[in-house]
């Protein structure tokens, strides 16, 4: 289980993230919905410490870490390894073929073998689709197979949680439905999960539940049923800009 | 002097090339990468405490061979270090073989230079790879080896190979250190034989042959180690 209470964020004199208390189910698929610049993706850069908030406290299971005091590098390893982080932009090694890619965690962090992390990798490639790709380079990829890629990247680490941040946001929308099909298959598996999206039908379909977030703020954070048959003005009219309708 | 010329003058000014000029260029570069290396790795580091005076070494060398002349720095080192007498370590001064204080002062001077461009290709590589790599639980030592310079190298070729070609042509410098290298040879000849315009075109020819076959080497290297970064000339995929 993940934890975060009273967490706060600044960039600048900015705040992001004011006083966000929320936890993360395990083997569940949260979804954080909110609009741009909410501290969505703040959030649930903090929970893979890419990026520090002032004060707070965050529970990574058995692991406590106080945001006001200095995390060692230990901890953060170990934080690391428990999450797996899956970008927007997708960040895969250009210098790395496919399988390079997906075994590089496994081989240099978690110490395995070549040949059984290139046995899994396979394996993980064949479920995300793209077997014949393990020898291809990520410039030779399509967005959506490049995200399909960091998806097998991060499960081949064997993380507790795998972190999304708007992993479809640069793709069109064909794409889209190929990353957002291969997400389902590991929901189904119950791999616990956070999404970054602003995709609300996925949203509805995978979530098991929905943090949303405004103004660095929890507004919602409970079942996905109760969040789109909200009676809250202002979730109301989020969920009606969202959707296409004249 | 036609025949004088493919008899005595060019084989001899090769011979100082292949003797002299091409190996000090080449030691020195590889000397001045390694220091260029460990100079921009230790510019860039986040480490703090003692290590801050490392750094400040660091920039004061690089600014101090990027704002004086090569010409002058070879001078200090040969002619001046051997006045630098200190009791007990140098009680009779420095005093340098031309070869030895060549390579010092080509090697210090290049990886200055070289620092700089290696620092700006290790900062031109996006945060998201630093970030990609930071979240399978990579420490940031195995970052920089595995994922940042490897492609930070790729970038640094173009420049770096720029200033290969530039070093192999301030070699020439050290023909006023008493370093018998190739333009030295041209020099000595024009003071025999009052040809100054044939024999200095002629040490011209050599450098611009060798500076041309080490741009094909750059091409040749740009195209190798760049084949999975991009995408290739017009975009072709």
Redesign the interface.
């Known amino acids: 289980m993940l934890k975060l209470s009273h967490v706060n964020k600044t960039f600048g004199e900015t705040p992001v993230l004011k006083d966000l208390s929320t936890e993360f189910p395990e083997q569940q698929t949260t979804v954080v919905l909110g609009p741009s610049g909410s501290g969505k993706s703040t959030m649930l850069r903090s929970l ?1 410490l ?1 990026e520090r908030p002032e004060s707070g406290i965050y529970d990574c299971d058995d692991l406590q870490i106080d945001f006001a005091k200095p995390i060692t ?1 230990k901890t953060t ?1 170990e934080v ?2 428990r999450t ?2 899956v ?1 927007q ?1 997708f ?5 790395f ?1 496919v399988l390079q890619n997906v075994i ?2 496994p081989v ?3 110490h395995q073998s070549k040949d059984a992390a290139t046995k899994e990798a396979l394996t993980l490639l064949d479920s995300v689709g793209l077997l014949d790709k393990a020898d291809a ?4 990829l399509s967005g959506g197979q490049s995200q399909r890629v ?1 998806i097998a ?2 499960l081949a ?1 064997h993380p507790q949680y795998i972190l999304l941040d708007e992993p479809t946001s640069a793709l069109d929308p064909e794409l889209e439905l190929e990353v957002l099909k291969v997400l389902l298959a590991i929901h189904d598996q119950n791999q616990s999960m956070i999404i970054v999206t602003h995709n609300m039908a996925f949203a509805q379909r995978v979530a098991n539940k929905i943090l949303f977030i405004e103004n660095g703020d929890a507004l919602y954070d409970g079942p996905t049923d109760g969040f789109f048959h909200s009676t809250n003005d202002r979730i109301k009219s989020f969920i009606d800009s969202m959707t296409f309708s004249i | 002097m036609v025949q004088q010329i493919f008899n005595e003058y060019l084989p001899n000014m090769i011979k100082a090339g292949l003797q002299y000029t091409i190996p000090i260029a080449v030691v020195s570069f590889i000397l001045g990468l390694i220091l260029a290396l460990l100079v921009a790795l230790a510019r860039i580091s986040q480490l703090g405490g003692a290590f801050k005076i490392v750094k400040g070494i660091s920039s004061f060398y690089v600014w101090l061979f990027r704002s004086t002349p090569l010409l002058v720095q070879l001078f200090i080192v040969y002619f001046g270090l051997p006045y630098l007498k200190i009791a007990g370590i140098f009680p009779d001064g420095i005093k340098l073989d031309p070869v030895v204080a060549g390579i010092i002062t080509f090697s210090l001077n290049t990886g200055a230079y070289c620092s700089e461009t290696i620092r700006a290709a290790i900062l031109s590589i ?1 945060t ?2 630093w ?9 940031r030592s ?1 970052v920089l080896r ?2 940042i310079l ?2 930070a190298l ?1 970038t640094a070729v173009p420049p770096l190979s720029n200033s290969f070609i530039g070093l192999v042509k301030d070699t020439s410098l050290a023909a006023s250190i008493t370093l018998v290298e190739m333009f030295q040879v041209s020099q000595q000849y024009a003071g025999e034989n009052y040809q100054p315009l044939m024999m200095y075109s002629l040490v011209a020819l050599l450098y611009a042959v060798i500076c041309t076959i080490l741009t094909w080497l750059q091409s040749y290297l740009e195209k190798v180690t760049s084949k ?4 290739g000339e017009g975009g072709a ?1």
Do not use: C, D, W
């Not at chain 2, 999975?228 to 995408?231: C, D, F, R, S, V």
């Open positions: 893979n890419l590098s390893l690391r390894q797996e982080m970008f932009s960040n895969l090694f250009p210098h073929s590089e965690g240099h962090v978690l380079y990520p410039v030779e960091a990247r991060s680490m | 996006p998201g790879q970030e990609a790599a930071f979240a399978i639980g990579m420490k195995l595995r994922i490897p492609q790729r999975h970064i991009t995408a995929n």
